[in-house]
């Protein structure tokens, strides 16, 4: 953690930033609450892992 912190790893860093500045740009300007956007992380969570385990079935079977 502190080597994020502290620009060690940088392009975990700039992920990081990035990420975070995104979160900030959807909740403060486009006036999104954190329920709204979490949700939509977990659909897609949900979502992309049950694609991945049809897709997987298919191919290993």
Known sequence: MKDVIMWRRKPMSVGVLTT???L??????YGYNFIT???WIA???VSTLFT???IYRLIYK
């Open 37 to 39: 956007v979490a949700s």
């Open 52 to 54: 991945w385990a049809n």
């Open 20 to 22: 975070m500045t995104m």
């Open 43 to 45: 659909i897609f969570l």
């Open 24 to 29: 900030w740009v959807v909740m403060e300007i």
